[in-house]
């Protein structure tokens, strides 16, 4: 027997990954590389689109919590994310077409993987299916998920550009990692005074912005993890001073001050001759990026090689429709993971993936399927999107606030939040064990 897996995003292979590495035979569909959605570029899979960061690395995080959990849970994407790194402080960066390479390798050689270069248009009717179609998924199928699920909604997210290392102005710039983290180099540092800020701001906040075509843009909701700068400017002269451009934690060596603004670009491949402006996400039309972003001092020759687009972002109401081993309630046999589900964040995505896969392998084998532990990330991410209230739902990324508290209150932050992590992996332990279903590898006998 096999399973069907719709989509071969960073969901999708994970979700394909842990089916196969339980010995089921996988089909494996993917649109690419005959059709594209507008935000994506690379015929690989597992291609990252808004960041090459993947968030925080440290295990006392919410993000380097649900990394640990993954790595311990087997996931490929972590292993491929681990070996694709680059320098970026205390977060896990990746080199994405490295980083989309080794996933894209792992999957087509895998033996119990088949590939179909294909786009379906409406969910198989029969056998036990994965829905990883992503956030930008074609409008037939969306149109039959709209069908089934009774309610998807949509919001729009945003890119961020990218630029080329040596066309930088280096003597208007530093490199350092925010109050020394991670290493000197880990950030390209340009910083503003006050009056080259205020000329930026209203430049930007002035600055003609790009139509969005195709969707209906009379209301469009915009996720506040990816909100462009344009309108994160407009909530208020300072807004920017006190998010992606604040300028605590960092001294311009050449004036031993603190700037009063910063814009931190993160490394974005392996040279270090690309480099992304960090949240700086944006729907502003080209010529007016480069004109706009060319007033930061150190980017006013910049050669962009790749400015920031504007997409769409279509995701389930599974409060009201999905269970938390992430099938669906009117249809146990039929999963949806990945961003469709109303995670928000690659990993998060991803981690919805491997428990998809893994409770579709369990479901296959008429076993029961598996939900981890409300006191780990994953496990608190699978139950809020089941739990919270429907009429309200937006998409959630991993933090410690969804978590339940501790039965000793601890008033240091740094302590609570190491104490918590330590929690979750304790009750992640026996989930970990080789001997659960086959986890680790691939079992005695083949379901193909």
Same mark, same amino acid.
């Given at each position: 027997?096999?399973?069907?897996?719709?989509?071969?995003?960073?969901?999708?292979?994970?979700?394909?990954?842990?089916?196969?590495?339980?010995?089921?035979?996988?089909?494996?569909?993917?649109?690419?590389?005959?059709?594209?959605?507008?935000?994506?570029?690379?015929?690989?899979?597992?291609?990252?689109?808004?960041?090459?960061?993947?968030?925080?690395?440290?295990?006392?995080?919410?993000?380097?919590?649900?990394?640990?959990?993954?790595? +311990?849970?087997?996931?490929?994407?972590?292993?491929?994310?681990?070996?694709?790194?680059?320098?970026?402080?205390?977060?896990?960066?990746?080199?994405?077409?490295?980083?989309?390479?080794?996933?894209?390798?792992?999957?087509?050689?895998?033996?119990?993987?088949?590939?179909?270069?294909?786009?379906?248009?409406?969910?198989?009717?029969?056998?036990?299916?994965?829905?990883?179609?992503?956030?930008?998924?074609?409008?037939?199928?969306?149109?039959?998920?709209?069908?089934?699920?009774?309610?998807?909604?949509?919001?729009?997210?945003?890119?961020?550009?990218?630029?080329?290392?040596?066309?930088?102005?280096?003597?208007?710039?530093?490199?350092?990692?925010?109050?020394?983290?991670?290493?000197?180099?880990?950030?390209?540092?340009?910083?503003?005074?006050?009056?080259?800020?205020?000329?930026?701001?209203?430049?930007?906040?002035?600055?003609? +912005?790009?139509?969005?075509?195709?969707?209906?843009?009379?209301?469009?909701?915009?996720?506040?993890?990816?909100?462009?700068?344009?309108?994160?400017?407009?909530?208020?002269?300072?807004?920017?001073?006190?998010?992606?451009?604040?300028?605590?934690?960092?001294?311009?060596?050449?004036?031993?001050?603190?700037?009063?603004?910063?814009?931190?670009?993160?490394?974005?491949?392996?040279?270090?001759?690309?480099?992304?402006?960090?949240?700086?996400?944006?729907?502003?039309?080209?010529?007016?990026?480069?004109?706009?972003?060319?007033?930061?001092?150190?980017?006013?020759?910049?050669? %962009?090689?790749?400015?920031?687009?504007?997409?769409?972002?279509?995701?389930?109401?599974?409060?009201?429709?999905?269970?938390?081993?992430?099938?669906?309630?009117?249809?146990?046999?039929?999963? %949806?993971?990945?961003?469709?589900?109303?995670?928000?964040?690659?990993?998060?995505?991803?981690?919805?993936?491997?428990?998809?896969?893994?409770?579709?392998?369990?479901?296959?084998?008429?076993?029961?399927?598996?939900?981890?532990?409300?006191?780990?990330?994953?496990?608190?991410?699978?139950?809020?999107?089941?739990?919270?209230?429907?009429?309200?739902?937006?998409?959630?990324?991993?933090?410690?606030?969804?978590?339940?508290?501790?039965?000793?209150?601890? +008033?240091?932050?740094?302590? +609570?939040?190491?104490?918590?992590?330590?929690?979750?992996?304790?009750?992640?332990?026996?989930?970990?064990?080789?001997?659960?279903?086959?986890?680790?590898?691939?079992?005695?006998?083949?379901?193909?």
């Amino acid at each position: 027997m096999r399973i069907s897996v719709i989509g071969a995003g960073l969901a999708g292979c994970e979700a394909a990954w842990q089916i196969a590495s339980r010995g089921i035979c996988v089909d494996l569909f993917e649109m690419k590389p005959n059709h594209y959605t507008p935000a994506h570029k690379n015929a690989g899979f597992a291609e990252l689109v808004c960041s090459n960061s993947l968030k925080a690395e440290r295990v006392a995080s919410a993000a380097g919590l649900l990394k640990e959990e993954m790595r +311990r849970l087997g996931s490929l994407l972590m292993q491929c994310a681990d070996k694709a790194r680059v320098p970026a402080g205390g977060a896990l960066a990746v080199d994405r077409d490295v980083f989309s390479s080794l996933v894209t390798e792992q999957i087509r050689n895998h033996p119990l993987i088949t590939v179909h270069a294909e786009q379906v248009k409406c969910i198989p009717d029969d056998g036990i299916r994965i829905i990883a179609s992503g956030p930008l998924t074609a409008q037939e199928l969306a149109d039959d998920i709209a069908i089934i699920c009774a309610g998807c909604l949509s919001f729009y997210d945003a890119a961020a550009p990218i630029v080329t290392a040596e066309s930088l102005d280096m003597d208007a710039c530093f490199t350092a990692s925010r109050y020394d983290k991670g290493g000197d180099n880990a950030y390209i540092n340009c910083p503003m005074n006050k009056e080259e800020y205020e000329r930026f701001y209203d430049a930007l906040v002035t600055a003609e +912005r790009a139509p969005v075509h195709g969707f209906d843009v009379a209301d469009p909701k915009v996720y506040e993890g990816c909100m462009p700068v344009e309108v994160m400017a407009g909530r208020g002269h300072d807004t920017l001073r006190f998010g992606p451009l604040k300028p605590v934690g960092l001294r311009d060596p050449k004036t031993g001050h603190r700037p009063w603004a910063v814009v931190q670009l993160r490394q974005e491949n392996t040279a270090a001759t690309l480099y992304n402006l960090v949240g700086f996400q944006t729907n502003l039309k080209f010529p007016e990026q480069k004109r706009v972003f060319g007033m930061i001092p150190a980017l006013k020759n910049a050669d %962009f090689v790749r400015y920031g687009v504007m997409h769409r972002n279509t995701f389930i109401n599974s409060p009201k429709v999905l269970l938390s081993d992430f099938s669906l309630k009117a249809d146990p046999t039929l999963f %949806f993971a990945g961003q469709l589900t109303g995670v928000e964040g690659y990993m998060e995505s991803a981690a919805s993936g491997l428990m998809a896969g893994w409770n579709a392998a369990r479901l296959l084998n008429e076993q029961k399927t598996v939900i981890l532990p409300r006191e780990t990330m994953i496990g608190a991410l699978s139950r809020y999107l089941v739990e919270c209230d429907s009429a309200h739902f937006q998409p959630m990324g991993a933090n410690f606030g969804i978590l339940p508290p501790l039965e000793e209150h601890i +008033r240091d932050k740094r302590e +609570r939040y190491e104490a918590l992590a330590q929690r979750s992996l304790d009750m992640l332990l026996p989930y970990t064990q080789k001997d659960v279903d086959g986890m680790g590898g691939l079992s005695d006998e083949n379901h193909c």
